[in-house]
């Protein structure tokens, strides 16, 4: 048996989780690597990334409210904290 193998960005695993273009295609991936035709890798430093983003989407939405401005939380990695602050306006 021919086992190909992707690598999974950041775009591609949170089209996993919310439906936009090309959700259909990822989603067709995963099915793939369940019925063992395909194995799919992705780093470990996309994680935050991704809760990041998925974050980032639901406060578009107005589904999720970011918290009062103040410290921002030390595990965030320097980027995100940055990114917080900007949407907390505190600028950059």
Request: glycine share 8%; net charge negative.
């Amino acid at each position: 048996m021919n086992v190909r193998s992707v690598y999974l960005d950041t775009n591609a695993i949170v089209k996993r989780y919310a439906v936009e273009e090309r959700t259909e295609w990822v989603d067709g991936l995963y099915d793939m690597a369940h019925a063992g035709q395909l194995i799919m890798g992705f780093s470990t430093c996309v994680d935050e990334d991704v809760r990041l983003t998925l974050s980032l989407r639901l406060v578009a939405r107005g589904r999720l409210e970011l918290p009062p401005a103040g410290p921002e939380p030390a595990m965030l990695p320097l980027h995100h904290r940055a990114i917080l602050r900007f949407l907390l306006g505190g600028g950059a």
